[in-house]
């Protein structure tokens, strides 16, 4: 008998733990444009899908997901000065209330690639491009590891 019932409790929670993985809220993308509200041009300079997390200080989170460009280039080195955006990079537009964020940029797998953040002034607009750098492992002489 008590088999029966820690078999049924732990069923019940795998199952109260699957719902809530499965409505998990979605974050909202932010507006497009509207009255009191910063505009935004973001550019995606990489061959990947990038997922852009903003989170103001109150706590809000805003998610915008810029497509990949074609044809761009993953970045080998990270440029000494910050590159132009390609005439073919993918951009999106939108627009958040000028506060203080939180920047986080994800790849197509979900990982976290980028952090920073952004202060927005009301009366401004504000661009910028994003590149993907991966910076290939050093090789070890055989030497090295004798």
């Not at 993308?29 to 997922?51: F, Q």
């Not at 005439?87 to 939180?102: C, G, H, N, R, V």
Request: proline share 10%; glycine share 6%.
């Amino acid at each position: 008998m008590k088999v029966a019932r820690i078999l049924f409790l732990v069923v019940g929670l795998y199952g109260i733990w699957f719902y809530a993985q499965v409505t998990k809220p979605v974050i909202p993308a932010p507006p497009s444009s509207g009255v009191g509200l910063v505009p935004i041009k973001l550019g995606n300079a990489s061959p990947e899908l990038m997922n852009v997390i903003l989170t103001s200080e109150t706590g809000k989170v805003y998610s915008v997901r810029i497509h990949r460009c074609p044809t761009c280039q993953i970045l080998t080195a990270e440029p000494p000065t910050p590159l132009p955006c390609p005439s073919d990079t993918t951009y999106e537009k939108f627009a958040l209330s000028p506060k203080f964020y939180k920047v986080e940029v994800h790849d197509q797998n979900g990982q976290n690639t980028y952090s920073s953040s952004l202060n927005l002034a009301n009366g401004k607009a504000y661009s910028g491009c994003l590149f993907t750098v991966r910076i290939p492992p050093k090789h070890r002489d055989l030497q090295d590891g004798l």
